[in-house]
């Protein structure tokens, strides 16, 4: 089966930045599209970042210009930079990772317990 592992959350001042890291293990595919997407209660889930196989990426535009998305392929470790953070920005955020999909399509697909494999995610409070 496949593990995904989030790490980096914390609190944060206005402005600041985190670095969140996802590592995958078990069993993982060459043609992984992974990202980043993020639930507060009471709200929908929100598709923030993707990338593909073949190093393509999406943004939702809530994060566009702040979050940044990339992947050590050889670690298998998925990050997401978050610079200029807000307090809106607070949340849980989590992995997650599917195959055969590109990276504009995983951004809104992401958010289905369908779409894949979930990490159990890790919280990011900015106050």
């Known amino acids: 089966d496949v593990q995904l592992v989030e790490s980096g959350g914390g609190s944060v001042q206005t402005g600041g930045s985190l670095r969140l890291s996802c590592a995958a293990s078990?069993?993982?595919?060459?043609?992984?599209?992974m990202g980043w997407f993020r639930q507060v209660p009471g709200k929908e889930r929100e598709g923030l970042a993707t990338?593909?196989?073949?190093?393509?990426?999406a943004y939702a535009d809530s994060v566009k210009g702040r979050f940044t998305i990339s992947k050590d392929n050889v670690a298998n470790i998925l990050y997401l930079q978050m610079d200029d953070l807000k307090p809106e920005d607070s949340a849980a955020y989590r992995c997650?990772?599917?195959?055969?999909?590109?990276?504009?399509?995983?951004?809104?697909?992401?958010?289905?317990?369908?779409?894949?494999?979930w990490g159990e995610g890790t919280q990011v409070t900015v106050s």
């Open positions: 997650a990772a599917s195959w055969d999909v590109t990276a504009n399509a995983a951004l809104g697909r992401m958010t289905s317990p369908e779409f894949g494999y």
């Open positions: 078990g069993r993982t595919y060459t043609n992984w599209c």
């Open positions: 990338i593909d196989s073949k190093g393509r990426i």
